[in-house]
């Protein structure tokens, strides 16, 4: 059954510790991509990896890190200095550099208290 | 960078009428145009796309039309129904797969 999985799907942190959201598919696509989501607006782009071992910042990276170390994996650390890491945050994956549909995680909504 | 825009934020219909959610971007190189459904909880779904070199695409009561002139593209949905309230996201891609996403519209289908 192919798919893209996030976990975990409610995640719950303490101000000031690194947290990181996994994300794993199994579609054999070459471009995944971390978008966050806050109440009311659209998806944002955090990061995204077009090829293994290689990722970009998108237009919100700051407080973020990301690793691309195989083709199925492109998991998302929120560090501690991300000053409002609370939101809902989605992966996504496509096949090729072509203009293709992305396929979206069942996301990690994530708290910081 | 392309700009998305997506109007309205909030739409409400009675159910059986049509819906329509209109989008704009900046950027004439994009040439890949997914509409996306939201449900609460959930990731987005591809409902409908189309790409530049086509005017309008169908399928059964989603339909999504593009004005590459005027740069915008709008989504219909004929004979709503209950299970079509959802937030909507219309998208744009202008290729190495970076999507820039509209701010989303709530629809609302009352039986």
């Known amino acids: 059954d192919g798919g893209i999985t996030q976990s975990p799907k409610y995640l719950f942190r303490k101000e000031g510790q690194n947290v990181t959201l996994s994300c794993e598919q199994n579609l054999n696509h070459d471009a995944m991509y971390w978008y966050r989501q806050d109440p009311g607006q659209g998806l944002r782009l955090i990061y995204y990896s077009q090829i293994v071992n290689d990722f970009q910042k998108g237009d919100i990276a700051e407080g973020y890190s990301v690793s691309r170390e195989k083709k199925e994996s492109f998991p998302l650390t929120v560090t501690s200095a991300q000053k409002n890491p609370t939101a809902f945050y989605l992966c996504?994956?496509?096949?090729?550099?072509?203009?293709?549909?992305?396929?979206f995680g069942q996301g990690t909504r994530l708290t910081v208290v | 960078g392309e700009n998305v825009e997506q109007h309205p934020s909030t739409l409400s219909v009675q159910e059986g009428d049509s819906a329509v959610i209109k989008c704009t971007y900046s950027?004439?190189?994009?040439?890949?145009f997914p509409w996306y459904k939201q449900e609460l909880g959930k990731g987005p779904q591809l409902i409908i796309d189309i790409r530049s070199n086509v005017g309008e695409k169908k399928d059964q009561r989603i339909a999504v039309t593009l004005n590459k002139t005027a740069k915008h593209f709008s989504l219909h949905i004929t004979e709503t129904q209950p299970e079509d309230s959802a937030v909507y996201f219309c998208a744009a891609n202008m290729g190495f797969n970076k999507f820039y996403f509209g701010s989303g519209t709530k629809l609302n289908v009352k039986p």
């Open positions: 950027d004439s190189a994009s040439n890949y």
């Open positions: 996504a994956s496509s096949p090729d550099r072509g203009n293709t549909e992305a396929f």
